[in-house]
């Protein structure tokens, strides 16, 4: 149901698109282009026909188009994300993995670790973490 009211709005969409662009301005817009003025627009729409169609083609299309937004919003609510834990990023459940990888590579290696001892993020970064060499005074005189 849900893919084919999202191609019913997508040809709805498009549709709405061509009549707004046909529908002639100030500049005549694009319905000037076939013809200019009163070319294939007019021959098509009739004289002062083209505006009173296009703009009720217009009008319908654009009630069409919000009432394909509510039901497609409606059919979209029930369909949430679904997440292995709810406020845990993907960065944190690295982290835990790569803990745990390193606390099986020290339990075969023979290093048996501590019950509530963790990784640090030293130990994960494989070094010491944000620190920088201290600046160097300068003799300059």
Do not use: N
């Not at 083609?57 to 292995?84: P, Y």
């Not at 590579?105 to 290093?111: I, M, N, V, Y």
């Amino acid at each position: 149901m849900f893919p084919a009211l999202l191609l019913v709005h997508i040809l709805i969409c498009v549709a709405l698109i061509i009549v707004v662009l046909l529908q002639s301005a100030k500049g005549e817009g694009l319905a000037g282009a076939f013809g200019g003025g009163g070319g294939l627009s007019g021959a098509v729409f009739g004289g002062r026909g083209a505006a009173s169609f296009l703009s009720k083609a217009t009008t319908v299309l654009a009630i069409l188009f919000m009432v394909s937004c509510l039901s497609l919003s409606l059919l979209s609510a029930g369909k949430g994300v679904t997440q292995a834990s709810v406020g845990e990023s993907a960065v944190t459940q690295a982290a835990q993995q790569e803990a745990a990888a390193q606390q099986a590579a020290q339990q075969q290696a023979g290093q048996p670790q501590q019950e509530g001892q963790t990784a640090s993020p030293e130990d994960l970064l494989g070094g010491e973490q944000g620190q920088q060499p201290a600046p160097q005074p300068s003799d300059s005189k």
